[in-house]
């Protein structure tokens, strides 16, 4: 079966960087873009990246645009979030998520780990 | 941006009711919606796609219906375990964007 696992939350002072990862198992990991989605607590998803199943082609949300650096490396089917000059409203917690993929066209987010959850505060 | 919007925000129910939320698209993203459940302190669980589409393992008690613009979300009779928020989402376009959530309660 499908496991997200991710890791690498914690607390964090503004202007500080931190790195998540998401190890996956159960599907062929190169096969699938992979995202990321944020959930401020008490409030709702907030998509934030995707990646490409090559990793060539990435987009972002405009907020962690020039900030966050999502990558993935196939050999060890690993996901990562590299996140830097994080600010107190990247307070979340923070989803690695599988795209689904049905008839050769996209169908959403099928699969998402449970979340590890950052802390942006002074 | 595609803006998304769901009402209502909250929505009261019995066990047994039918109840519909609606996701509207600030353009049309064609029938590149998705909807999803989500229960307190969990992941949130895959329901619908393409609109309409029933994922596998959904309860056919679930349908989705809609298409351009307009979308809806509709459990024919209402089971304990339906409690939840609901978010729907159009994965048309990047940035992907979610609706605000429908709170679905007792």
């Known amino acids: 079966q499908v496991q997200l696992v991710e890791s690498g939350g914690g607390v964090v002072q503004p202007g500080r960087s931190l790195r998540l990862s998401c190890v996956a198992s159960g599907f062929t990991f190169n096969s699938f873009a992979m995202h990321w989605v944020r959930q401020a607590p008490g409030k709702g998803l907030e998509w934030v990246a995707v990646?490409?199943?090559?990793?060539?082609?990435?987009y972002y949300r405009d907020s962690v645009k020039g900030r966050f650096t999502i990558s993935r490396d196939n050999s060890m089917n690993t996901l990562y979030l590299q996140m830097s000059s994080l600010r107190p409203e990247d307070t979340a917690l923070y989803y690695c998520?599988?795209?689904?993929?049905?008839?050769?066209?996209?169908?959403?987010?099928?699969?998402w780990g449970q979340g590890t959850l950052v802390t942006v505060s002074a | 941006d595609i803006q998304m919007t769901q009402t209502p925000s909250t929505l009261s129910a019995s066990v047994g009711d039918r109840v519909t939320i609606t996701c509207r698209a600030s353009?049309?993203?064609?029938?590149?919606l998705a909807w999803y459940q989500q229960k307190p302190g969990k992941a949130p669980k895959f329901l619908i796609y393409?609109?309409?589409s029933l994922e596998s393992g959904v309860p056919s008690r679930f349908s989705g219906s809609g298409s351009g613009t307009e979308f809806t979300l509709t459990i024919s009779s209402l089971q304990p375990d339906d409690f939840a928020t609901y978010y729907c989402?159009?994965?048309?376009?990047?940035?992907?964007?979610f609706g605000q959530g429908t709170k679905l309660e007792i």
């Open positions: 393409k609109a309409s």
């Open positions: 353009e049309s993203i064609t029938s590149w």
């Open positions: 998520a599988k795209m689904g993929v049905k008839d050769g066209y996209k169908i959403g987010i099928d699969y």
């Open positions: 989402q159009q994965y048309n376009a990047y940035p992907y964007t």
């Open positions: 990646i490409s199943e090559d990793g060539s082609l990435k």
